[in-house]
């Protein structure tokens, strides 16, 4: 992740820059988003109002997903809104001065979510949980790497299958864990590869916050990249616990997503085969 560290200069010297660039004048009335906008607020050397309505413009310290703003925007839509900072594709974290960034900092935000959810983080059992639970998450969204490695075969155009490759992810929606097992087979042309990178590669592509429509398209997409076999084929069966332990709440419940790329998808008997030896398998399909 690319991080920007900001210094009281940097932020001083864009506050002046977008002063000159809006035209504010210290007699106008300034509005800071709660919370880091309001620390903004305080150098622009307006008069500091505390209703967004009474306000001239309102700022906030940087446009992240643009939620704010767009919140902002409908509540107050002939308000001004003013950010510092807009974060662009290439920086991922912009780190302003008065935000330290440590480990401290980052577990209190999980004392803030154990607050928030009506727990006691000051109880014995919930005494190290921030800790651990950023800790879990380091590790788990940070799988090992691996090299790709190719070998070079003739005359080999005979069905690669691996099944029963176990997959842990979370979804994206509700950072609740889904978790299953892969099929993967490819027809070689001219390339092979160990069979351990085939677990390697579903395993560094579902260790992310994902969906397994995603993942499945992936890995996929990954393999038919790297091999440029003749065909590609992945199935993943997975439990989702964001519909088994709320919502619906449905146990035991299979979700199966596949894709079939080159010779998978445009020849029946190759499609076929691949199908029925993972259904015979495991009665998957």
Not at 46 to 68: L, Q, R, W
Not at 225 to 253: F, I, N, W, Y
């Amino acid at each position: 992740m690319n991080t920007v560290e900001l210094t009281w200069e940097d932020v001083l010297a864009r506050i002046e820059y977008v002063k000159k660039k809006y035209k504010i004048t210290n007699s106008k009335k300034i509005y800071g988003v709660p919370k880091n906008g309001m620390i903004i607020a305080g150098f622009f050397g307006c008069k500091i109002v505390h209703n967004p309505e009474e306000a001239d413009f309102i700022v906030d310290d940087i446009i992240d997903s643009g939620k704010t703003k767009k919140r902002f925007k409908k509540l107050f839509p002939k308000k001004k809104f003013i950010p510092l900072f807009e974060k662009d594709k290439k920086n991922k974290w912009i780190n302003f001065p008065y935000e330290k960034n440590t480990k401290e900092d980052h577990e209190d935000l999980i004392v803030r979510l154990l607050q928030v959810i009506g727990e006691d983080p000051t109880r014995e059992g919930l005494l190290d949980t921030p800790r651990r639970y950023i800790e879990a998450f380091r590790e788990f969204l940070s799988p090992p790497e691996f090299n790709m490695t190719t070998f070079d075969v003739e005359n080999t155009d005979e069905m690669i299958v691996q099944l029963d490759i176990p997959f842990y992810s979370f979804c994206e929606h509700h950072i609740l864990p889904f978790f299953g097992k892969g099929y993967i087979a490819y027809v070689p042309n001219k390339k092979i590869v160990g069979l351990s990178k085939l677990a390697r590669s579903l395993e560094t592509f579902s260790r992310r916050l994902q969906n397994q429509e995603r993942i499945t398209n992936q890995v996929a997409q990954f393999l038919q990249d790297s091999l440029e076999p003749q065909g590609v084929a992945v199935v993943l069966k997975a439990r989702h616990m964001c519909m088994e332990m709320r919502g619906v709440k449905t146990s035991d419940t299979n979700t199966i997503t596949s894709k079939l790329l080159g010779s998978f998808k445009k020849d029946e008997r190759t499609r076929a085969e691949f199908l029925n030896l993972i259904g015979n398998h495991r009665n998957l399909v």
